[in-house]
DNA sequence: CCTGTAATAT
DNA sequence: TATATTACAG
């Protein structure tokens, strides 16, 4: 492996063979910078390299050889685009990773360059050998990252040992940030075993974890029907969610949680039934909630607990679903006291109406089965700092059945608090942005791209605290503003009209459903970049937690979370446009 | 290789 | 607790 290691760092040196098998496309309004660059590049072998000298000549050059094309470096400030539009419409057309070549060296243009999707920032002048290595970048490409591990001093701060987060790519002075990037961005190949002895965190690390926020978990929901059983499979899933920075093995996982809550709820209806048939009827919300959480009987599903160790056949739920799944509308609409955000967005309180489950009635054995019905009463809000999380009944339920019944001893006056999460070590919060650009921004992407609103999730930096706060003022600080959902409009990104009226949450969803449906599959990426750090600010907003408490004790290890960087969270705001 | 499941780790 | 990771069986 260190011969690995060796000749790769060799090869940077020299001239390299990747090098030769990647194209360039320059991009400068200058003219003479053009020509040199272009020169250079060429005499150092590239395969290929072409020039622009505006930015939408390199959109659609870029757009025209996406398969030929591997890199773009461009200069920060081209005639016909502001700063750093080039990297946002560059992302509606093609993956190809962009470098961005500068004069400014100040750190917040660096962030922000980075932090709208530049894979490298040059500070000019760039030197023979900054050229000579940037074939590198063209590896990225296909990167799934997303992966921000930031760090560092802030956890010292804490007290905590970072020795789990050393691999931040991020927040370095230019140089230390190009040696070290470029180590890092080598391929992974076969040199995860050098990787090993530099940095053993970096293979053997924890995945940041996420929140399912109800969002989230909706998102998925979704996914589910509209793949329908049989396809609902993790990859197909994360496919279809589409929600940058999500893994298959977080689908896999929650999917295998969902399973298990879905079964669990079987399970107790049909014992419930087999018991009563008048009380046991679990068709009203609040009994079968109630009964989970209030743990009033949590005796009497007690037993599943144990059951889930072996029971013979576990097919037969998920079987059971597929039936549900793949039914698309409810017959008698769940009817969740319309939850709204006090943050008024007025969506929101219909998507919670959102099944979790399969369909309302069921056709089991002859016998329509309600169960479907259950909603659940722990509805809890979180804040997260900037983020708030709600979840909704679904999501809680989902939750909390399981919690439920893995908990002989449930406790009827717990309060659960299902997100937060006292883990302080590697949970992610991801904010969700609107694509990384101001609302005016994101207008003129939507005139000039009106569907596709691509954007691949970002690696953000994480700085010290104190810098932090300042350099997200001024780079942040525009994403920042969407972080509240209190977006007045939702930006629509999609040709679907019509969002939905606040009122739809008074009609059965059905109709919601399907529209929503719709939209989804045109739509969506998601994003979630990470975030450095988010002030508490927008925290302000109390809104409400008229629902559950326990929310102020995460609120703070959230906070804690997220100073170190190691938080990410998905943030509603990016729900805007979906509902 | 991809899934689903269970067990276990964090 | 919730989620991640791992091992293993299909």
């Known amino acids: 492996m260190s011969d690995e290691k060796a000749i790769s760092i060799e090869s940077v040196n020299s001239s390299s063979p990747r090098l030769e098998a990647v194209s360039v496309l320059v991009v400068d309004g200058d003219s003479a910078c053009l020509a040199i660059l272009s020169r250079m590049l060429c005499n150092l072998g590239y395969k290929a390299v072409m020039t622009a000298k505006r930015a939408y000549d390199a959109l659609s050059i870029a757009q025209k050889q996406e398969d030929e094309l591997h890199l773009v470096l461009t200069e920060a400030h081209l005639p016909d685009m502001d700063k750093y539009e080039l990297l946002e419409k560059m992302k509606a057309v093609s993956k190809v990773p962009v470098v961005i070549m500068s004069d400014d060296d100040d750190e917040n243009a660096m962030l922000g360059g980075l932090f709208k999707g530049a894979v490298f920032y040059f500070v000019k002048p760039l030197t023979i050998n900054s050229l000579k290595n940037l074939w590198q ?26 020795q789990e987060n050393t691999s931040n790519e991020g927040l370095e002075s230019d140089s230390f940030m190009t040696r070290d990037r470029w180590l890092k961005i080598k391929k992974p190949e076969r040199t995860y075993k050098d990787e090993d002895k530099e940095n053993s965190d970096s293979t053997s690390q924890r995945k940041t974890k ?136 007025p969506t929101l309180g219909n998507e919670l109406s959102f099944p979790s489950m399969p369909y309302h009635s069921t056709y089991k054995n002859g016998q329509p089965t309600l169960y479907n019905q259950l909603d659940y009463t722990n509805y809890h809000k979180t804040n997260h700092i900037g983020n708030r999380i709600t979840s909704n009944k679904e999501l809680a339920g989902f939750r909390q059945v399981g919690s439920f019944v893995r908990n002989s001893n449930f406790d009827g006056n717990k309060n659960f608090s299902t997100f937060g999460d006292h883990d302080h070590s590697n949970l992610v919060v991801f904010p969700i942005f609107l694509h990384n650009s101001t609302q005016q921004e994101e207008q003129q992407q939507q005139q000039l791209q009106p569907q596709v609103l691509f954007s691949s999730p970002l690696q953000m930096p994480s700085p010290p605290p104190q810098t932090q706060e300042q350099q997200e003022n001024d780079i942040l600080g525009q994403e920042r503003q969407l972080q509240p959902q209190f977006l007045p409009s939702p930006p629509l990104q999609m040709p679907s009209p019509s969002p939905l009226p606040a009122a739809a949450e008074q009609q059965g969803e059905q109709d919601d459903i399907f529209g929503l449906e719709k939209q989804l599959m045109q739509s969506p990426q998601w994003h979630m970049p990470s975030m450095p750090s988010m002030p508490a600010a927008p925290t302000a907003h109390e809104q409400e937690k008229d629902d559950m408490f326990g929310i102020e004790s995460e609120e703070t290890d959230d906070l804690f979370d997220i100073a170190k960087g190691t938080t990410q969270h998905i943030n509603d705001a990016d729900f805007v446009d979906l509902w």
């Open 210 to 345: 996420i929140v399912w926020t109800n969002e989230l978990h909706k998102r998925f929901l979704l996914a589910v029907r509209l793949l329908g059983v049989d396809s609902a499979h993790p990859k197909k899933i994360l496919q279809q969610m589409n929600v940058p920075g999500l893994r298959k093995e977080n689908v896999s996982s929650h999917l295998q949680k969902y399973r298990l809550s879905l079964k669990r709820e079987q399970e107790a209806i049909m014992k419930a039934r087999a018991r009563g048939p008048k009380k046991s009827k679990f068709p009203s919300h609040q009994s079968l909630s109630t009964l989970n959480f209030r743990g009033g009987c949590s005796h009497t599903l007690n037993r599943y607990s144990t059951s889930t160790a072996y029971q013979p056949k576990r097919r037969s739920h998920v079987q059971d679903l597929s039936s549900h799944m793949s039914r698309p509308s409810p017959a008698g609409s769940v009817r969740f006291p319309s939850q709204v955000y006090s943050s008024g967005h």
């Open 137 to 162: 970048f063209a590896f990225i490409k296909n990167r799934n990252h997303v992966v921000i591990d930031l760090t560092e001093e802030e956890s010292s701060v804490y007290g905590e040992s970072q």
